[in-house]
């Protein structure tokens, strides 16, 4: 679930799927690990994988406060092109230059 407001919590992202009659085993919203503000997305997960289809289609384009809400099943997370942390053999600066290392 995405696009809601910055001031919402755990806990009001699950009463929203619990007021749509869903059993909800958790519902997490991301926080920025610097600032700790939302990111504006979290993760549902319900009891029953047979009621995802219709939370997707009863959240995907309500308006919750002042923001239309986008839902969509959880995908699996693709390996990123820079392969991702490093490894512990070669760091990269931000422009592709090798940084040295004191290991």
């Given at each position: 679930?995405?696009?809601?407001?910055?001031?919402?919590?755990?806990?009001?992202?699950?009463?929203?799927?619990?007021?749509?009659?869903?059993?909800?085993?958790?519902?997490?919203?991301?926080?920025?690990?610097?600032?700790?503000?939302?990111?504006?997305?979290?993760?549902?997960?319900?009891?029953s994988?047979?009621?995802?289809p219709?939370?997707?289609?009863?959240?995907?384009?309500f308006?919750?406060?002042?923001?239309?809400?986008?839902?969509?099943?959880?995908?699996?997370?693709?390996?990123?092109?820079?392969?991702?942390?490093?490894?512990?053999?070669?760091?990269?600066?931000?422009?592709?230059?090798?940084?040295?290392?004191?290991?």
């Amino acid at each position: 679930v995405s696009d809601f407001e910055e001031s919402v919590g755990d806990d009001e992202l699950r009463a929203l799927l619990e007021g749509f009659g869903f059993s909800v085993r958790f519902a997490k919203v991301f926080r920025d690990r610097r600032t700790n503000r939302s990111r504006r997305f979290g993760m549902v997960m319900l009891y029953s994988p047979h009621e995802v289809p219709r939370a997707i289609e009863a959240v995907d384009g309500f308006v919750w406060g002042y923001c239309k809400l986008h839902a969509e099943k959880a995908k699996p997370r693709q390996p990123r092109k820079d392969g991702g942390a490093p490894t512990g053999k070669v760091f990269r600066s931000g422009y592709g230059k090798e940084l040295p290392q004191n290991v």
